[in-house]
């Protein structure tokens, strides 16, 4: 039977409104000026979470997110930047702790693509991905740790001691001809995360990615942004539409709450089934 499909996405929206399930919370996301870290800032807002919106160029994008994510009463400021630099990143912790007090979620989020064949790649490109995307998750994480040890399990806050997201993405599975450092940064990721969740685990510490397909977000806006591409995308999407952002949020707000308290190192793949390997749905 021929699939029917979609011309552009619905947005799958929740029939009810967020439960408060970060209350009290303190929250840092990176790269929350636009696409799925603005998302999740927001959907963690939304969640009750107090958050820090960091961000490294747009900063009237990041004002906009902090004043969307403190809608419903929490408070969100914003806060520049750049995680691929060791000071920066200490120098914005210190600020999330003299800003909130205490701190109880990272979400390891800012991310940059440059898309490159392989042998045209310079070793300028590779670095430039693989410090943001990669490098940038390691800092961050380290310092969020640092800090979570230190607090220990407050009850009264949360079941754990502190909650670490990464964004990776499904190219920590699937290779990306074109993009293989970017392929390379979240396949890095993928094990920074697993490895990072065993150590600090007895700490009560939990860490776990979360790894968006096809969402719809500036990145990747070619592949979206006219008919002719939708249709060309959604052949590698078996449930026949885009991603929205917010799906990303609410799954951020899950992987930060007590709800998934015994989830320590997975991905969850957000993906519309794009890891099935849907080039192979027909073969018999
Ligand atoms: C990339 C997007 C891409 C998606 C699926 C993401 O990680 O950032 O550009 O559309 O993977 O291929």
């Given amino acids: 039977m021929a699939k029917k499909k979609e011309k552009f996405s619905q947005a799958a929206m929740p029939s009810c409104p967020p439960r408060p399930v970060l209350q009290g919370q303190k929250a840092l996301v990176t790269g929350a000026s636009s696409g799925i870290g603005r998302a999740v800032a927001i959907a963690l807002g939304e969640a009750g979470a107090d958050v820090m919106v960091n961000y490294r160029g747009q900063r009237e994008q990041a004002e906009k997110t902090a004043a969307e994510a403190s809608r419903h009463g929490s408070r969100a400021v914003v806060f520049r930047a750049d995680v691929s630099r060791e000071e920066d990143v200490r120098v914005m912790f210190d600020n999330a702790l003299a800003e909130f007090g205490r701190l109880d979620i990272l979400v390891n989020n800012a991310g940059i693509q440059i898309d490159r064949p392989f042998d045209e790649t310079s070793l300028e490109d590779w670095r430039k991905v693989i410090d943001v995307n990669l490098t940038g998750q390691f800092l961050c994480a380290r310092e969020a740790v640092r800090i979570f040890k230190r607090q220990g399990v407050v009850k009264e806050v949360s079941r754990a001691a502190g909650k670490i997201i990464c964004i990776s993405s499904v190219h920590e599975e699937i290779p990306w001809a074109g993009h293989v450092n970017y392929a390379a940064s979240k396949g890095g990721v993928k094990l920074l995360m697993k490895s990072v969740a065993q150590e600090v685990a007895p700490h009560r510490i939990r860490v776990n990615s979360i790894a968006p ?21 959604l052949k590698m999407i078996p449930c026949q539409r885009i991603g929205e952002p917010a799906e990303i949020g609410r799954a951020a707000v899950w992987l930060a709450s007590d709800d998934s308290d015994y989830v320590h190192g997975i991905t969850l793949f957000v993906d519309g089934g794009m890891t099935l390997y849907p080039g192979f749905e027909n073969e018999k």
């Fill in 213 to 233: 397909g096809a969402i719809r977000t500036p990145i990747n806006e070619e592949a979206w942004k006219t008919p002719e591409a939708y249709e060309e995308l």
